[in-house]
């Protein structure tokens, strides 16, 4: 049973910084892109950014490009989402998903695919960005 659980939400002043992980148990993610998706009340589910697991390659959306960086650590089966610079616009529910495919994930996030044709996804972690 494939199951990705993302965490680290949390609630967070304009300006700070939040780590976001998301681990993945029955599922490795060798062979595997990772991405991060958000989605705010009223609005549809936007791709943020994206790694391939094996060569390390990794997409940025315009809107967190330069205050988001995401990383692996694939001994520990667990991708992060290290966000600094928190704007009251990033506030959202935060999800990860892995697939196979991996040209064809990157290819969706870059897109904006909608939906986003990503095998395995998590439960969401709530980002509060307020003062």
């Known amino acids: 049973d494939v199951q990705l659980q993302a965490s680290g939400g949390g609630l967070v002043q304009p300006g700070g910084s939040l780590r976001l992980s998301c681990a993945a148990s029955?599922?490795?993610?060798?062979?595997?892109?990772i991405g991060w998706f958000r989605q705010a009340p009223g609005k549809e589910r936007e791709g943020v950014s994206c790694i391939g697991a094996d060569d390390g390659a990794k997409y940025y959306s315009d809107s967190v490009r330069g205050r988001f960086t995401i990383s692996i650590n694939n001994a520990k089966n667990t991708v992060y989402l290290q966000m600094n610079s928190l704007k009251p616009d990033d506030t959202a529910v935060y999800y990860c998903?892995?697939?196979?495919?991996?040209?064809?994930?990157?290819?969706?996030?870059?897109?904006?695919?909608?939906?986003?044709?990503?095998?395995?996804w998590g439960r969401g972690t709530l980002v509060t960005v307020s003062s």
């Open positions: 998903a892995a697939d196979r495919d991996v040209a064809t994930a990157f290819r969706a996030v870059v897109t904006g695919q909608a939906p986003p044709p990503f095998r395995s």
């Open positions: 029955g599922l490795t993610f060798e062979n595997h892109a």
